[in-house]
């Protein structure tokens, strides 16, 4: 007969073992929103169970059997709240009632033939031990098995009858121990079905025997019922989730955003690079590539805002003569500073800047200054993007001059994005002060 209850021990033990693996199966749905490692606010920690099952005095472990051969089984019912604080591991206090009975019909008129045990309440506090949150792999286990361990008060009346008499003893309040193991079948976000076998140590006098070979006196409830989680629904049930799981997956989107990112940088610097190439001026007269239509052109020849040959003059005379640069010629370059205006983060000159920019094309020609642009930016975004834009916005007023008429050779374009403010960066109007071209005459 122990033999028989071992093998029965077995083979629950490994049913509960090939639970945790063979079965578990991922359901991401109940980890939505789940911080790695984040505070318990990030998840609903409370829960609520009720069960129904068998009471009696039998175990399928042979622990503690009574001397009862014909043992009844009766309706028993529980519930319980839980409190989970880490995925594995919750505090529950448990509420249990129904009765216990059994028979003895080979009983002398000494011994007793009959009891009956009612139990009006038994109240328990346990912690409970959810296996299957354990393995890495899993964000969620559809089949969870769960062990539980706790003591409590027993409150019981037991009736017992000997030779056809039948007494009612006082009702007793014991400690008890419950020890409960089982399944949680994940059925919906928050909702689990538990089928549990859980056994209970009283006191030696719950069947109404006292002394004989047993310490005391033990009886099973095999129960099943519902667990729901309580609080907002949005959130992931703490006793469902695996934050190993849930770190891992975080992991493997961290790891796709950085690739994301270096892939996107890896364009942006060919894009500069491009850009870099349009501005250089590779033939050196004076105009961007990006602007140049006749690049190749040699060395010393003049060319105009397209960077094409100009005609040659015969007869050329040249005339050595002293550049004045007047208080009127500096008005006509600071009405042209003024009114210079750009499409925003874009080198497009506005319609608005073009009349101010034609009386400095007229003063060049007329009086063939040489003229030096200098752009500038705030330190808004990256120094690569600033120093481009400031170059390509000089290079800009450079060819618009150039297309009136204006000597390239004479105009030099340069960027020195936000390396020489003359304001500060920290506020708006600092900002606008420091995104300009400078004009110098000479």
């Given at each position: 007969?122990?033999?028989?209850?071992?093998?029965?021990?077995?083979?629950?033990?490994?049913?509960?073992?090939?639970?945790?693996?063979?079965?578990?199966?991922?359901?991401?749905?109940?980890?939505?929103?789940?911080?790695?490692?984040?505070?318990?606010?990030?998840?609903?920690?409370?829960?609520?169970?009720?069960?129904?099952?068998?009471?009696?005095?039998?175990?399928?472990?042979?622990?503690?059997?009574?001397?009862?051969?014909?043992?009844?089984?009766?309706?028993?019912?529980?519930?319980?709240?839980?409190?989970?604080?880490?995925?594995?591991?919750?505090?529950?206090?448990?509420?249990?009632?129904?009765?216990?009975?059994?028979?003895?019909?080979?009983?002398?008129?000494?011994?007793?033939?009959?009891?009956?045990?009612?139990?009006?309440?038994?109240?328990?506090?346990?912690?409970?031990?959810?296996?299957?949150?354990?393995?890495?792999?899993?964000?969620?286990?559809?089949?969870?098995?769960?062990?539980?361990?706790?003591?409590?008060?027993?409150?019981?009346?037991?009736?017992?009858?000997?030779?056809?008499?039948?007494?009612?003893?006082?009702?007793?309040?014991?400690?008890?121990?419950?020890?409960?193991?089982?399944?949680?079948?994940?059925?919906?976000?928050?909702?689990?079905?538990?089928?549990?076998?859980?056994?209970?140590?009283?006191?030696?006098n719950f069947d109404g025997i006292q002394g004989g070979q047993y310490k005391n006196d033990l009886f099973?409830?095999?129960?099943?019922?519902?667990?729901?989680?309580?609080?907002?629904?949005?959130?992931?049930?703490?006793?469902?989730?695996?934050?190993?799981?849930?770190?891992?997956?975080?992991?493997?989107?961290?790891?796709?955003?950085?690739?994301?990112l270096i892939a996107a940088n890896d364009q942006l610097k060919s894009e500069i690079n491009q850009i870099?190439?349009?501005?250089?001026?590779?033939?050196?007269?004076?105009?961007?590539?990006?602007?140049d239509q006749c690049p190749d052109t040699p060395t010393g020849v003049k060319v105009d805002g397209s960077?094409?040959?100009?005609?040659?003059?015969?007869?050329?005379?040249?005339?050595?003569?002293?550049?004045?640069?007047?208080?009127?010629?500096?008005?006509?370059?600071?009405?042209?500073?003024?009114?210079?205006?750009?499409?925003?983060?874009?080198?497009?000159?506005?319609?608005?800047?073009?009349?101010?920019?034609?009386?400095?094309?007229?003063?060049?020609?007329?009086?063939?200054?040489?003229?030096?642009?200098?752009?500038?930016?705030?330190?808004?975004?990256?120094?690569?993007?600033?120093?481009?834009?400031?170059?390509?916005?000089?290079?800009?007023?450079?060819?618009?001059?150039?297309?009136?008429?204006?000597?390239?050779?004479?105009?030099?374009?340069?960027?020195?994005?936000?390396?020489?403010?003359?304001?500060?960066?920290?506020?708006?109007?600092?900002?606008?002060?420091?995104?300009?071209?400078?004009?110098?005459?000479?």
């Amino acid at each position: 007969m122990k033999t028989t209850y071992i093998k029965k021990a077995s083979i629950l033990a490994t049913a509960l073992l090939l639970s945790a693996t063979t079965f578990a199966q991922v359901n991401e749905s109940t980890v939505e929103g789940t911080s790695i490692l984040g505070p318990e606010t990030d998840y609903r920690t409370w829960s609520i169970g009720i069960n129904a099952g068998v009471l009696n005095q039998s175990n399928i472990f042979g622990f503690n059997r009574a001397g009862f051969d014909k043992l009844s089984h009766n309706v028993g019912y529980s519930a319980y709240i839980k409190k989970q604080l880490s995925p594995s591991f919750g505090i529950k206090a448990q509420y249990m009632g129904g009765k216990v009975g059994g028979k003895n019909e080979i009983a002398t008129a000494t011994e007793i033939a009959e009891f009956e045990t009612k139990m009006p309440w038994s109240a328990a506090v346990s912690g409970e031990f959810t296996l299957a949150n354990t393995n890495w792999r899993f964000f969620n286990s559809i089949i969870k098995p769960y062990f539980a361990f706790g003591i409590g008060a027993l409150s019981y009346e037991t009736s017992n009858t000997m030779d056809a008499v039948s007494t009612t003893a006082d009702s007793e309040t014991k400690l008890f121990v419950p020890v409960d193991a089982g399944l949680k079948f994940a059925v919906s976000k928050g909702i689990n079905i538990d089928l549990g076998y859980q056994l209970n140590w009283a006191n030696q006098n719950f069947d109404g025997i006292q002394g004989g070979q047993y310490k005391n006196d033990l009886f099973s409830y095999a129960h099943a019922g519902l667990e729901v989680a309580l609080g907002n629904a949005s959130k992931p049930y703490l006793g469902n989730s695996n934050p190993v799981a849930t770190m891992s997956k975080k992991y493997d989107e961290l790891v796709a955003e950085r690739d994301g990112l270096i892939a996107a940088n890896d364009q942006l610097k060919s894009e500069i690079n491009q850009i870099n190439e349009h501005l250089e001026d590779s033939d050196g007269d004076g105009v961007a590539n990006k602007f140049d239509q006749c690049p190749d052109t040699p060395t010393g020849v003049k060319v105009d805002g397209s960077g094409c040959p100009l005609p040659e003059m015969k007869n050329e005379t040249k005339v050595v003569e002293k550049i004045v640069v007047t208080e009127e010629d500096k008005k006509v370059v600071d009405e042209a500073i003024k009114n210079l205006e750009f499409d925003l983060s874009k080198a497009t000159i506005r319609p608005t800047s073009n009349e101010s920019l034609n009386k400095v094309a007229a003063l060049l020609i007329e009086k063939n200054f040489s003229l030096k642009l200098a752009g500038h930016t705030d330190n808004t975004g990256s120094l690569q993007l600033n120093l481009r834009l400031s170059k390509e916005r000089a290079e800009a007023v450079k060819a618009y001059l150039v297309s009136k008429g204006a000597n390239a050779s004479r105009i030099e374009a340069t960027g020195y994005g936000p390396n020489q403010p003359i304001a500060t960066n920290s506020t708006a109007e600092g900002r606008q002060q420091n995104r300009r071209v400078e004009f110098t005459l000479f």
